[in-house]
């Protein structure tokens, strides 16, 4: 009787006989955000081949300077959303810290005062979304949406519909570098990568992601959801607040119309088309830097070549349309396997 002999399992030590993953043009789908560097890159190249202004030092530092902004409102947003929430009024959070600073200024108050005022108004504005969303029941994005609107009149309010100058204050801190980097940047990296380390290695980011996986289950296993929710639009709100006073020393002056709904929209595309979940419980910080840096690119090429300027909300709205339909197909993709 002839005895069948196994096959020699694979010598993990000797690389030579372990079995290698054949590369294949298909694995790149598999590769994090490869998609989206890829229209970046092929943004870039066009822009450039199209105009000589685009990959110069000053062009470029002025667009990471103007998505500083939303890049810090994308961050909280990104983590507000891996919970499973959504805050529609943090443009117009920026649209009244923005007034309130200016006025603050305005009127001989230290800048140290009007920062520590604006930051504990914007985070007061989102613990107070947090308490209807939390107590009330009431879905996240109408409450929001309804603050957002409340917000920009009372900014129209703040400002009495005027424009407000705050002279050289804050000057240094919106156009000054340090390094040929500049400091609203730098700013916005930090709370970035601090975003990103909470999410990856705290217990309060695993909790984000185990609340907007399944809310009912989190609970049941201990979280307490109430208080990690307000601290979510409590920090939404701070970020909002910080942010405002970004857009707020980087313009010199609040007018009607800063901030609002047009920067929240640009912040939610970012975080969508950096493929955090509409429906919770999936987000990454990498993909939100990406998707900032790509609108803004997008943005700066439409003006360098002379395209209109209506066509930027144009191509945000269908930027965010595509990205959300893309979330939707890998979403049911991902629950098919």
Do not use: W
């Amino acid at each position: 009787m002839s005895v069948k002999t196994l096959p020699d399992a694979p010598d993990l030590a000797d690389p030579s006989r372990t079995p290698r993953k054949r590369f294949t043009p298909g694995s790149l789908l598999h590769v994090p955000h490869a998609g989206l560097v890829a229209v970046l890159v092929v943004v870039v190249v066009a822009t450039a081949l199209q105009t000589d202004s685009f990959a110069t030092q000053t062009n470029i530092i002025n667009v990471l300077r103007q998505v500083s902004v939303t890049a810090v409102i994308a961050a909280g947003l990104t983590l507000l959303m891996t919970a499973g929430g959504m805050d529609f009024s943090m443009g117009g959070n920026v649209a009244v810290t923005t007034a309130l600073g200016a006025q603050l200024l305005s009127h001989g108050h230290s800048t140290g005062f009007t920062v520590v005022a604006s930051i504990l108004l914007a985070t007061a504005i989102g613990l107070v979304n947090g308490l209807v969303v939390t107590f009330t029941k009431v879905a996240p994005f109408v409450a929001t949406l309804a603050t957002a609107t409340l917000l920009d009149g009372v900014a129209l309010l703040i400002l009495n519909s005027v424009s407000v100058s705050i002279g050289d204050k804050m000057f240094a801190f919106g156009n000054d570098k340090v390094l040929g980097v500049p400091y609203l940047l730098i700013v916005a990296i930090v709370v970035l990568l601090v975003t990103a380390l909470v999410m990856r290695f705290t217990v309060f980011g695993r909790d984000a992601f185990a609340i907007g996986g399944n809310e009912h289950v989190a609970r049941l296993s201990g979280i307490n959801v109430a208080a990690r929710k307000l601290a979510l639009y409590g920090i939404t709100g701070a970020l909002s607040g910080l942010a405002g006073l970004m857009l707020l020393s980087r313009l010199g002056s609040s007018s009607p119309g800063t901030g609002g709904l047009s920067l929240q929209l640009t912040a939610v595309a970012a975080v969508v088309i950096g493929g955090t979940s509409l429906a919770g419980g999936h987000g990454t910080v990498i993909g939100t830097a990406l998707g900032v840096v790509l609108l803004g690119v997008v943005a700066n090429a439409l003006n360098l070549i002379q395209v209109s300027s209506n066509f930027q909300p144009v191509s945000v709205g269908a930027v965010l349309l595509i990205a959300a339909i893309a979330n939707e197909f890998h979403k049911a993709r991902s629950a098919r396997r």
